[in-house]
């Protein structure tokens, strides 16, 4: 059972053209919601940690909201270089421990063509 | 320099050979993590560490090995390599406080 599911999978989008990618999550008692930003063949770059339904955080042309039940990550007009997949991760207390792990989406790959 | 280093950073092998992959980190985290990346699968997690004496299964740890040698290295071992292990494989650390995790460049692995 998938604990966060991202989509769409794919996302094309002309330079300029703003849209928004979703994170949504079935795991209780959330403690950070995570998205990442990787390039091919490089490891995952750290993007924001969302932490309470409400909460937003911004950064350049990026801007991720939260909910009870889903994130999103807004691109507002997009430029080439923000091609890259967007991963998204909760971090859940598994049972039976006090301490937790992330579980990742399968990412959202995006390309913005000029 | 980089803060979570791999080496290798790429590696072709034959079916049945043993390998061992490394992780070094200087940002001082306790907690080390092993992922693979395949394809349409996203990251599944291996094996993980909070600290030099605790090590942890994740969600694919049959075929695994790890070991942490100190609190700075985290080494995954494939005892003897199958096909279905050719993947990108990551290594990541965390401090005990924040939860985010940051991630090493990758090893890339072709098993034969």
């Known amino acids: 059972e998938d604990q966060v599911t991202q989509s769409p999978e794919a996302l094309r989008l002309q330079e300029g053209e703003s849209s928004s990618l979703n994170c949504s999550y079935t795991?209780?008692?959330?403690?950070?919601l995570f998205w990442y930003r990787q390039d091919p063949g490089k490891g995952p770059e750290f993007l924001f940690t969302?932490?309470?339904a409400g909460e937003e955080k911004e950064k350049e042309r990026l801007k991720a909201t939260l909910t009870k039940k889903e994130s999103f990550l807004h691109i507002t007009a997009p430029k080439p270089e923000d091609s890259a997949t967007y991963l998204c991760?909760?971090?859940?207390?598994?049972?039976?421990?006090?301490?937790?792990?992330?579980?990742f989406g399968r990412g959202t790959q995006l390309t913005v063509w000029p | 320099d980089a803060d979570v280093t791999q080496t290798p950073r790429n590696r072709i092998t034959k079916t049945g050979k043993r390998i061992m992959l490394e992780c070094s980190q200087t940002?001082?985290?306790?907690?080390m993590y092993w992922y693979r990346q395949d394809p349409g699968l996203g990251l599944r997690l291996i094996y993980y560490?909070?600290?030099?004496?605790?090590?942890n299964k994740g969600e694919i740890s049959d075929g695994y090995s790890v070991s942490r040698q100190a609190q700075a290295k985290f080494s995954l071992s494939l005892e003897s390599a199958i096909p279905n292990q050719t993947a990108l494989y990551f290594c990541?650390?965390?401090?005990?406080?924040?939860?985010?995790?940051?991630f090493g460049p990758g090893t890339r692995l072709t098993v034969l």
């Open positions: 969302l932490y309470s």
């Open positions: 990541a650390t965390s401090d005990l406080v924040v939860n985010e995790q940051f």
């Open positions: 795991v209780s008692g959330l403690r950070g």
């Open positions: 560490s909070f600290d030099v004496k605790d090590i």
């Open positions: 991760a909760v971090h859940r207390i598994d049972r039976g421990s006090t301490l937790g792990r992330l579980y």
């Open positions: 940002k001082g985290h306790d907690r």
